[in-house]
């Protein structure tokens, strides 16, 4: 079955650094969705990606569909406290989700 | 307000014992989702039903069953069958059946002992 993989597992960012969270399938995606979780929370829609190269903007945000819709990346610039939280990708898989582990983001101040 | 609901946030079971989750929407979503969610690991999908009287297992649907009566309501029952039911356990909902934007409950804390 599709299999989404998550890279890396833990970020550990100092205050007001870049940083990328990647997202793998084993197969093509339809779309990509990305979610944030904050601790003790529960996941947050952030937003879906669905044509090849998509790349679309929330603020500090830009989220990057891959060519070949594989693959995703999630990069945050100027990093803040607020940030702190897992970050989930999920692709589309028939009528399904199927989530990556995530990757949990801890911010040094 | 609209959004899903969840209860208890906490519950607490002795091993043996069968136990229902709840899970309530009203935003009017067709398709509802439950999740199970262990430290470190990603979503794992367990059922869904994208319409009423209808449902599918998902990835890990052993030892836990579900019913669709009604189109706002979608509660999950962890059997003793459940080998290692300890975990935080997620409903969601989207639109239609096809999975768009999903919306999460708070979740529910099981714990098994």
């Known amino acids: 079955g599709q299999q989404v993989m998550q890279i890396p597992q833990y970020q550990h960012v100092q205050e007001g650094e870049d940083f990328t969270t990647y997202c793998n399938s084993s197969t093509t995606l339809s779309n990509i969705q990305w979610y944030k979780q904050r601790p003790g929370g529960h996941p947050v829609f952030l937003i879906q990606?669905?044509?090849?190269?998509e790349v679309k903007k929330q603020k500090r945000l830009t989220f990057q569909f891959g060519e070949a819709k594989k693959n995703s990346s999630l990069h945050i610039t100027a990093t803040q406290t607020t940030d702190v939280g897992t970050y989930f990708c999920a692709g589309r898989n028939d009528y399904k989700l199927s989530f990556g582990a995530g990757t949990t983001v801890t911010v040094r101040a | 307000d609209g959004g899903i609901t969840q209860s208890p946030k906490y519950l607490f079971r002795k091993e043996g014992q069968n136990v229902t989750l709840s899970c309530e929407q009203n935003l009017n979503h067709d398709a509802m989702y439950w999740y199970r969610q262990d430290p470190g690991q990603g979503l794992r999908l367990i059922y869904y039903?994208?319409?009423?009287?209808?449902?599918q297992k998902g990835d890990i649907a052993e030892g836990y069953s579900v019913s669709r009566e009604k189109k706002e309501s979608f509660p999950l029952t962890v059997t003793s069958a459940q080998k290692n039911p300890t975990a935080f356990y997620l409903c969601?909902?989207?639109?239609?059946?096809?999975?768009?934007?999903?919306?999460f409950g708070p979740g529910t804390r099981l714990t098994v002992t």
């Open positions: 039903s994208q319409i009423v009287n209808d449902f």
């Open positions: 990606l669905v044509k090849s190269g």
């Open positions: 969601a909902s989207s639109i239609s059946g096809g999975p768009g934007e999903q919306y």
